[in-house]
């Protein structure tokens, strides 16, 4: 399957995988935390885990909210 199957990116999901990349990439390009959250906004908790989720499991990370997951 590949990365946007993983996403979840069906059309109900296109925008929640749209900005939870964004975060990652906005991450990886050194904007501030004030910056991200300004952008997209959204908290700094979800900005957070986002980039946790991401760096604990790489795009597969950034599927759809695991309830499980803190």
């Known amino acids: 399957m590949?990365?946007?199957g993983r996403l979840?990116?069906?059309p109900e999901h296109a925008a929640e995988a749209g900005w939870r990349a964004r975060i990652v990439l906005m991450w990886a390009d050194a904007s501030s935390l004030?910056?991200?959250v300004?952008?997209?906004g959204k908290t700094k908790k979800t900005a957070y885990r986002w980039?946790?989720?991401y760096l604990e499991q790489?795009?597969?990370?950034l599927a759809r909210?695991?309830?499980a997951w803190p």
């Open 51 to 53: 980039r946790v989720r």
């Open 58 to 61: 790489c795009v597969d990370g």
């Open 2 to 4: 590949g990365a946007a």
């Open 34 to 36: 004030a910056s991200i």
């Open 8 to 10: 979840g990116c069906g």
């Open 38 to 40: 300004r952008t997209l």
């Open 65 to 67: 909210d695991d309830p």
